[in-house]
């Protein structure tokens, strides 16, 4: 059983809104991710991490932000959500033998 | 730079149809290879792969790694149109380094 959880599920908010989406794992795993999907499309990188205070963009540009300050928890931080943000965000982590997925974050920005 | 590229991108079929699907990678120090499949949430594990030349079944689905020539397929035989899905291939470096391709999208028809 995975134990990596997001929260909200789902979120619909106002243009201009801060929102932080929270990723926790409690495996110990130091390498964490966060990806961008549109309904049945392709998932696309946008943040990750390899251990505490360390974070990288990933490929697909975004205006969002992460922050790695203990091993277990991975948030992502919107500043001013746009309708472009309105998307599922996914967390994942990985350890020795897969990768681990949160359930998602459904957010829309109206 | 490290990669993993899927193909094709999407695929539509009829039901019974036998479909396979390609992932190639260039990373630098491989240790697995994943398979996931992805309706509307998280994605599903599937499959783990780390010898060449050894198949993995489950049920219709299939798959197995060349490490020699860096790829691996993903069969499924009798398709059902409970297989429309996006179907990821990750691979997993030493170190737990996790690189993501961006899937194809399988549509099957009734």
């Known amino acids: 059983e995975a134990d990596i959880y997001q929260t909200p599920r789902y979120l619909v908010i106002g243009t201009g809104k801060k929102i932080t989406l929270e990723c926790s794992q409690t495996?110990?795993?130091?390498?964490m991710y966060w990806y961008q999907q549109d309904p049945g499309m392709e998932l696309h990188l946008i943040h990750y991490?390899?251990?505490?205070?360390?974070?990288e963009k990933g490929d697909l540009s975004s205006e969002s932000t992460v922050s790695r300050i203990r091993t277990e928890h991975f948030p992502l931080t919107l500043e001013s959500a746009r309708p472009s943000h309105t998307s599922q965000y996914l967390c994942?982590?990985?350890?020795?033998?897969?990768?681990?997925f949160g359930q998602g974050t459904r957010l829309t920005v109206v | 730079e490290d990669k993993v590229v899927q193909s094709p991108l999407s695929l539509v079929v009829h039901e019974g149809d036998t479909v396979t699907l390609n992932c190639s990678y260039e990373?630098?120090?491989?240790?697995?290879l994943l398979w996931y499949k992805q309706e509307k949430k998280a994605p599903t594990f599937l499959f783990m792969l780390?010898?060449?030349?050894i198949e993995k079944k489950s049920g219709r689905l299939s798959s197995i790694l060349d490490k020699k020539e860096l790829f691996s397929i993903l069969n499924i035989t009798a398709t059902q149109t409970g297989d429309s899905a996006v179907y990821l291939c990750?691979?997993?470096?030493?170190?737990?380094?996790?690189?993501f391709g961006a899937g194809t999208i399988l549509r099957v028809k009734s």
């Open positions: 994942a982590s990985t350890g020795n033998t897969e990768a681990f």
């Open positions: 495996m110990g795993h130091d390498k």
């Open positions: 991490s390899y251990g505490v205070n360390s974070t």
């Open positions: 990373v630098t120090n491989f240790r697995s």
């Open positions: 780390t010898s060449s030349g």
């Open positions: 990750a691979v997993v470096e030493y170190g737990n380094k996790l690189v």
